[in-house]
């Protein structure tokens, strides 16, 4: 009786253990059935239930259209009842699927999405003609879309989309349209701008035409408007600066002229700007315009007065012996740096006077510059010789050795 009782329980326990994977096969609650199966080892018929909780779990699958995980779930079942047609069909209904979303996807314009997505199907039904009739919606929407944008006047998207059509229909011949257009169109906007006296943005797009029609003869046309338009406004720094600019246009020479006629104020002012910058002869011509206005008279000779300051050091520059270098030091002094003798313990410098040669050993310091304290004194100071020779009446108080 006790060797009965040790046989009856685990055979109990077993069926009860089935009878729980059953309730839960029926729950399809597969994963758990799957394994509860699976832990009755070879108990009545578990190993093919193991099989049938997989094959229900593709079928739910497919239900859910889960098309692609359903198929390799019944692929790994191999033989298993019909798991084999069940495969194939999952996988029609897989490429059925992607055919729909496919045709969706260009319904809605997305025409790389549809284009990849019947690319995917491979041979399904007729999908390799589908791409080609993708690809072809897609070059009619862009061709509309172009003409669209053009008629709108957004030459530049016109152009690209045209452009990246390659040679579908006319698109390149389209391309030279688009061109066209949009210079005819920015031409009649720069000469509105122009007539209402937008004269920098005219002359902007003029620039940007480039040799499109007359777009180069505009630009000075229209410069030379709003150079008037500014003398008439007694702007005369900024037509004179226009007027000049234009060089040789029409009679944009006499017109900046004009403007220094019109404008004392400012032809005084620009004649001391070139008096101060070292532009002597040409500062003077400018006074000398102005007649009696101002001290104009009094500035005309003193450009000419440096004027001729400025031609007698040059001649200075060429005249004396070694390498001499002039130019502006501090204060405004002059800077005259001369040749030291070779093989001198000490430098030395020498300076020619009305008695002869007189040399001059400096011993307090190694200097490398004489410095004339007043630069005025030059014509003072140095004599010309009957013979082209150079002479300084000198005096120790105008000279600095360093």
């Known amino acids: 009786m006790a060797i009965l009782v040790k046989v009856v329980i685990p055979n109990i326990r077993l069926a009860n253990a089935y009878k729980a994977a059953e309730t839960l096969l029926e729950e399809e609650k597969f994963d758990e059935a799957e394994a509860a ?21 593709g079928m739910d699958l497919v239900e859910k259209k889960e098309y692609e995980e359903a198929g390799a779930v019944f692929n790994e079942l191999g033989d298993y009842s019909d798991a084999g047609e069940q495969a194939k069909n999952a996988e029609t209904l897989r490429d059925k699927a992607k055919y729909q979303e496919a045709e969706e996807l260009l319904a809605g314009k997305d025409f790389d999405g549809a284009q990849a997505a019947f690319e995917s199907l491979g041979s399904f039904s007729d999908a390799k003609a589908r791409v080609e009739d993708v690809k072809k919606a897609r070059n009619e929407d862009s061709y509309s879309r172009a003409e669209k944008l053009l008629a709108d006047q957004k030459f530049d998207e016109a152009y690209a989309v045209f452009k990246n059509l390659g040679d579908y229909a006319d698109a390149a011949e389209r391309c030279g349209e688009v061109k ?6 920015q031409y009649e906007l720069a000469g509105s701008l122009a007539e209402s006296k937008a ?4 002359i902007q797009i ?105 031609k007698e050091i040059e001649e200075l520059k060429k005249a004396w012996d070694g390498e001499v270098y002039f130019a502006a030091g501090d204060g405004g002094y002059y800077v005259f740096n001369f040749i030291w003798e070779d093989g001198s313990s000490r430098p030395k410098v020498t300076f020619l006077d009305s008695s002869g040669t007189t040399t001059l050993s400096i011993s307090e310091i190694s200097p490398t510059k004489v410095v004339l304290n007043d630069p005025r004194s030059v014509k003072h100071t140095v004599t010309k010789n009957s013979d082209g020779s150079y002479y300084w009446n000198w005096s120790s108080s105008n000279w600095t050795f360093r």
């Open 206 to 310: 003029y620039k940007e035409l480039g040799d499109y029609s007359d777009a180069k003869k505009k630009v000075k046309e229209v410069t030379y408007a709003k150079a008037e338009n500014l003398l008439e406004k007694e702007d005369y720094e900024g037509s004179y600066d226009l007027f000049t600019s234009l060089g040789d246009y029409a009679d944009s020479a006499e017109k900046a002229e004009e403007v220094l006629e019109t404008g004392k104020e400012f032809a005084y002012s620009k004649a001391s700007d070139l008096l101060n910058s070292g532009k002597y002869e040409e500062a003077q011509k400018q006074f000398e315009k102005l007649g009696d206005y101002a001290d104009s008279a009094q500035k005309a000779k003193e450009a000419q007065a440096a004027f001729e300051r400025e």
């Open 180 to 185: 066209e257009a949009k210079n005819k169109h």
């Open 37 to 57: 199966f699976t832990e009755l080892g070879e108990f009545k018929n578990a190993p093919d239930m193991v099989k049938e909780s997989r094959y229900r779990f």
């Open 199 to 202: 004269f920098d943005q005219a």
